[in-house]
Nanobody, 123 residues
């Protein structure tokens, strides 16, 4: 499995921006599709965005379309989540995940996970 470490979380006011990073190691990064999930207190983990191995294809949860952008740099073994126009309901722990298959949206479909990074959006 690939090892994943997220960073970039923090406290931001509503309307602000954050960029999350997820650094991968241990396996060939370009062999993996990557995803971002989030989990708010008392709620189930939910899909946010995913990107194909080459970065040529992406898809998003409806509520973040137009505000969040997932991207990757295979030379740096890193996937990013640029989050703009943040809302209080975006507050959650954000996790990156990896799997060799593309098109997955369920957390059970991803084989490797990071430890998560907290994002808090104040109103």
């Amino acid at each position: 499995q690939v090892q994943l470490v997220e960073s970039g979380g923090g406290l931001v006011q509503a309307g602000g921006s954050l960029r999350l990073s997820c650094a991968a190691s241990g396996r060939t990064f370009s062999n993996y599709a990557m995803g971002w999930f989030r989990q708010a207190p008392g709620k189930e983990r939910e899909f946010v965005a995913a990107i194909s191995r080459t970065g040529g294809s992406t898809y998003y949860k409806d509520s973040v379309k137009g505000r969040f952008t997932i991207s990757r740099d295979n030379a740096k073994n890193t996937v990013y989540l640029q989050m703009n126009s943040l809302k209080p309901e975006d507050t959650a722990v954000y996790y990156c995940a990896a799997d060799t298959r593309f098109g997955m949206t369920k957390s059970a479909d991803f084989g490797s996970w990071g430890q998560g990074t907290q994002v808090t959006v104040s109103s």
